[in-house]
């Protein structure tokens, strides 16, 4: 199982850490992504970690701002959120990967989600 945290309001110019925490038969040495969406619009990757942690990716609109770590130790995958817009305003979702060697940003190929924490920037 898949355990989203951290979600909540934040004014504009603010942080957010959320975690994605792993137990079970998944685990957060998988490739792990975390993902948002808003109501009708399709699921959209933010950020993704490789397996190693070697790899990284993050949607153009979050550069910069958005950091995607791994504690293993923990089994916890981090997304450290900081200037905060009201656009970022969205549920997010962790997701693993557990088949694939590489790094990608399809939410179909992504076959283990978390519930949704919910992030409210307002401006």
């Known amino acids: 199982q898949l355990q989203a945290s951290g979600g909540g309001l934040v004014q504009a110019g603010g942080s957010l850490r959320l975690s994605c925490a792993a137990s079970g038969r998944t685990s957060s040495s998988y490739a792990t992504g975390w993902f948002r969406q808003v109501p009708g619009k399709e699921r959209e990757c933010v950020a993704a970690?490789?397996?190693?942690?070697?790899?990284?990716y993050y949607a153009d609109s979050v550069k910069g701002r958005f950091t995607i770590s791994r504690d293993a130790a923990k089994n916890t995958v981090y997304l450290q959120m900081n200037s905060l817009k009201p656009e970022d305003t969205a549920v997010y979702y962790c997701?693993?990967?557990?088949?694939?060697?590489?790094?990608?940003?399809?939410?179909?190929?992504?076959?283990?989600w978390g519930q949704g924490t919910l992030v409210t920037v307002s401006s």
């Open positions: 997701a693993v990967d557990s088949l694939r060697v590489g790094l990608t940003n399809r939410a179909d190929l992504y076959d283990y």
């Open positions: 970690i490789s397996r190693s942690g070697g790899s990284t």
